[in-house]
C-alpha cells in the first residue's frame, strides 16, 4: 500500500485521535491548576506533553507525506499551512497572557519586562529565560508550541529526503540515547523545554523522539499490523500513564512512557475503528488546542481572585468556575476566532487550509 493510500484510509481515524487529544489537553489543565492552586494532585500529566508531539508527528505524516515527496504541495506552502493553524491562537494566548502579567501576582513578573516577554512569545523566542523567568512565562505552555512550530519546519524541509528503514531505526535510537541522557540529568522530563537555558536546549531532543517517533508509526504502517482496536484500551493505557496512582522513580517512568508507551497509544489509537460516536470526547477533541493555549493565564487569574477574596469562597468553588470559564472561553475562542480565521485564511492564500483536515497542535 501507498502512503498515499495509507493517508486516505487513515484520514477517518483522526476523530478518535482528537479525542486523546482533548483528554491530553484536560490532563494538562488540571496539572497547572493544582500547580497553581496548591491542590494535591499527584500525577504525570506534564507527559501529555510528549503525547501531543508523537500524535502531531503521525498526523502530519499522515495529511502531508505524500504530497510532500510527490512535490505536490511545496515546503513553503506547507509552513503557511502550520502557521495559520498554530499562530492565530498563539497570538491569543499571548494576550490572555498580558492580563495575566499584569493583574496576577504569581508567577512575579515586572512591568518593565512585560514587552520583551510579549514580543519573545510572539516570535516563539525564548526572552524570558533573559529575564529570569522562564521561556515563556507570559504563558508558560508556549513553549511547547515553540518546539512543535519548529519541528514543523524540519519536517517539511526534510520529508522528501528518502531515508532507508535501517537510517530511520538509527536516527531515532540516537534521540533515544539522547533523551535517556536529559532524563538522567533532570531526573524528569517535566521541566524540559522550558525551565532554563539548559532545559531549553534540552528541549529538542525531547520533541525530537516523539515528534519523529509519530512519523515513523506512519511510515511503517504499524497500526495496520495491530488489526481492529477498541477505543477503550488506548484511552485506559493513556488515562493510566498520566495519572498512574502510585509513586514511581520518574526519571525511568518519563523515558519508558515517551519511548514506548507513548507510541503504542498513538499506533492503537489510529487503529480504533471510525464507527463509534462519543459526542463529549469529540467535542472536548475539538476544543484541545484553544483550551491548551489559553488555560494557564486564565488559571492564574482565577488564583489571583481567590487571594484577593482571602478564602471566603472555598477553594474547590473558585477552582471549578476557573475551570469551567477556560472551557468556556476556549469554546467562544473555537467557535468565532480559530474556526473562522482558518477557514479565511485558506480561502485568502488558497492553500486548502479549510476545517477540519488539519486539527492537531
Not at 198 to 209: A, Q
Amino acid at each position: 500500500m501507498t502512503s498515499g493510500g495509507r493517508a486516505g484510509k487513515l484520514t477517518n481515524h483522526i476523530a478518535f485521535l482528537d479525542e486523546l487529544r482533548g483528554v491530553a489537553a484536560l490532563s494538562v489543565v488540571l496539572l497547572h491548576a493544582s500547580q497553581i492552586f496548591g491542590f494535591g494532585l499527584g500525577s504525570y500529566a506534564y507527559l501529555a506533553v510528549d503525547f501531543f508531539f508523537c500524535l502531531s508527528g503521525f498526523v502530519l505524516a499522515n495529511g502531508y507525506d505524500q504530497k510532500l515527496r510527490s512535490g505536490g504541495l511545496r515546503s513553503s506552502a506547507f509552513f503557511l499551512k502550520r502557521l495559520a493553524r498554530l499562530y492565530p491562537m498563539i497570538v491569543v494566548g499571548v494576550a490572555v497572557g498580558v492580563l495575566a502579567a499584569v493583574f496576577a501576582s504569581e508567577p512575579h513578573i515586572s512591568l518593565h519586562d512585560i514587552p520583551i516577554l510579549t514580543v519573545g512569545a510572539l516570535l516563539l523566542l525564548p526572552l524570558g529565560l533573559l529575564a529570569g523567568q522562564e521561556a515563556f512565562s507570559i504563558n508558560s505552555p508556549l513553549w511547547s508550541l515553540c518546539f512543535e512550530m519548529i519541528a514543523s519546519v524540519v519536517y517539511g524541509s526534510a520529508a522528501r529526503r528518502k531515508i532507508r528503514l535501517w537510517g530511520d531505526v538509527a536516527f531515532l535510537a540516537l534521540f533515544a540515547v539522547a533523551l535517556f541522557q536529559v532524563v538522567g540529568i533532570e531526573g524528569t522530563i517535566g521541566p524540559v523545554g522550558f525551565s532554563s537555558w539548559r532545559t531549553f536546549l534540552e528541549g529538542f531532543v525531547r520533541v525530537g523522539f516523539s515528534f519523529f517517533a509519530g512519523v515513523l508509526i506512519f511510515r511503517w504502517n504499524i497500526n495496520h499490523h495491530v488489526g481492529r482496536v477498541p477505543p477503550q484500551i488506548p484511552l485506559f493505557i493513556l488515562i493510566v500513564v498520566l495519572f498512574l496512582p502510585f509513586s514511581v522513580p520518574r526519571g525511568l517512568y518519563d523515558f519508558f512512557c515517551i519511548t514506548i508507551i507513548i507510541p503504542v497509544v498513538v499506533a492503537l489509537a489510529a487503529a480504533v475503528p471510525p464507527n463509534q460516536e462519543r459526542p463529549l470526547a469529540a467535542y472536548f477533541g475539538l476544543l484541545s488546542y484553544p483550551l491548551y493555549a489559553i488555560h494557564q493565564p486564565i488559571i492564574r487569574l482565577g488564583a489571583q481572585f481567590q487571594s484577593l477574596t482571602d478564602g471566603v469562597i472555598p477553594l474547590a468553588i473558585t477552582v471549578s468556575g476557573t475551570l469551567l470559564a477556560a472551557i468556556a472561553a476556549a469554546h467562544f475562542l473555537f467557535t468565532h476566532f480559530d474556526k473562522p480565521i482558518r477557514a479565511y485564511m485558506g480561502r485568502k492564500f488558497s492553500v486548502n487550509l479549510r476545517f477540519p483536515k488539519d486539527r492537531q497542535l
